[in-house]
């Protein structure tokens, strides 16, 4: 008969392992947590219309290394938002598109500016254009690229610009859940590094007039 200090270390090595078995179960989508800012905008209660459009040129989510880690990952994402509070709102399913579009409309909403409904059209669009995302797996590093830009637009005229780029890497310990915290966190970066302010200055006076006698 195994003795009972035996017997205890077995059902413990049973218990780990079937915990690492579990936790290194592949979802089908991975989590990604988006913290807004503090900030004030000089545009406040401007009403906008939002544009996104995807321009990436590899339209793969993720590389094949960081695929073949994930093993069941579809290209879906389940989004957090964090509020300066620190309270937490799961938004929901999304494709990398829609989840960015979320996304940048929480950012603005957060800054003040109210975005209209797709079906009105506002004299002031904010258009974002998503030019890069990609996640891959470099000698057991998560890495992570982004690069998109804003454009404000009035009367679907060209009025100023802001282009970001960022990367990010994380080590890979187990499963997906760094690649998700690294995910979140270049999100949540280059995002809230768009100068709201810089770019609603950057019109000419008489759109920053338009924008701030729109309410």
Known sequence: M???GCRNLTIVFILLVALATCYCTSKNYLVVRYQLPSETLTAEDTRVSLIFKDQRAEQAVVTQSAK?????FEGNFALVVAGDNKNERLMGAFSLCSMMRTIFKQRFENAGIRVAPDTETQPIAIE????EFKLDLVKRKWVVQITYQVNLLRQNRFEGGQTISGS???LQVVGGKDAEKVIGELITD????????ELFQSAPPTARHCVEAII
């Open 68 to 72: 073949m880690a994930l093993k069941n």
């Open 168 to 170: 990010a890497e994380r």
């Open 2 to 4: 195994m003795p009972f």
């Open 190 to 197: 280059a995002v809230n590094r768009l100068n709201l302010d």
């Open 128 to 131: 974002v254009i998503l030019k």
